[in-house]
């Protein structure tokens, strides 16, 4: 897929370098900003609970 993605990119080696640079921190950005937020709730991540009489492990 990494191999067809260069092939079809524009340029010599320096231009598919950056363009590849830009689009993997467009995905990134896209992740971080609308992925991973609506993704959060519906994870399990926070479902976190103790057990109040249980005494510490030592």
């Avoid at 993605?5 to 340029?11: N, Q």
């Avoid at 590849?20 to 921190?25: E, G, Q, T, W």
């Avoid at 993704?39 to 492990?57: Q, S, W």
């Amino acid at each position: 897929m990494y191999g067809w993605i260069w092939r079809h990119l524009p340029g010599n080696t320096w231009v598919k370098a950056l363009t590849s640079l830009v689009l993997v921190l467009a995905i990134v950005f896209v992740l971080f900003q609308y992925v991973f937020p609506w993704a959060e709730p519906l994870l399990p991540f926070n479902d976190v609970t103790l057990d109040e009489g249980m005494a510490p492990l030592r």
